[in-house]
């Protein structure tokens, strides 16, 4: 499932390049691949609305197991949550893209905001509800699914949000190495490997030009073979 966040990105862009060039509250980043924009249990004293490239949220269990929660792209929001509720970073962020541009939002610079823009604490609401039902969605898809299942759940959404049609079906416009896939899956490495070989044998997927590219019936663009 992907979550139209357009509207919202339309109301804040024009807004926060204002505020940032008044550094009003709100500061324009860039960061590079594998920089942290935030870190787990860190004070959440901001949060980020990414303009440009991609962020990979993830947790870390107290045993040091690794989950990646959600690769986020531009007109996203990251670190709001904890930000609204004064508490410690859920989640880390860093940069999943080799060039990352993100608006650093402070409290001040969100009070102005919506000082300026009233309608956007509805926007800023609505993008909450849909990350909320989103992440129920998957915990309940994932009580449900083995890891070959919600492997393919996984590229599904990838493909949903971040494909591009192609002559051969549905490129995944990335690059995802198996242990990133591991991590979005939360299983173990040599597993979804396997998996991985399963389904590019049964021809669900192909690789092309590093790209994982989903076979047109595996998105529903065609009946299965």
Wanted: proline fraction near 4%.
């Amino acid at each position: 499932m992907e979550i139209d966040r357009d509207s919202l990105a339309d109301t804040l862009e024009a807004t926060l390049e204002a505020l940032a060039q008044r550094a009003a509250g709100v500061s324009r980043r860039r960061y590079g691949r594998g920089e942290r924009l935030c870190c787990q249990d860190d004070p959440a004293g901001c949060f980020f609305f990414l303009y440009a490239g991609r962020v990979r949220t993830f947790v870390l269990s107290p045993n040091g197991r690794e989950k990646t929660l959600l690769i986020a792209g531009a007109g996203d929001l990251v670190g709001d949550v904890p930000f609204y509720l004064g508490c410690p970073h859920l989640e880390s962020a860093e940069a999943f893209s080799a060039e990352v541009e993100a608006y650093q939002i402070e409290g001040t610079g969100l009070e102005e905001l919506l000082d300026r823009q009233p309608s956007l604490a509805r926007a800023l609401l609505a993008n909450l509800a849909a990350r909320v039902r989103l992440f129920t969605e998957e915990l309940i898809s994932q009580s449900f699914e083995d890891v070959r299942g919600q492997l393919q759940l996984v590229l599904l959404q990838l493909a949903g949000k971040y494909g591009r049609v192609t002559y051969a079906g549905v490129a995944i416009d990335m690059r995802l190495t198996h242990e990133e896939l591991a991590k979005l899956v939360g299983a173990n490495r040599a597993t979804v490997s396997a998996c991985l070989s399963q389904l590019q044998h049964e021809g669900f997927y192909r690789m092309i030009d590093q790209r994982i590219v989903l076979a047109p019936w595996a998105v529903g663009q065609l009946p299965p073979p």
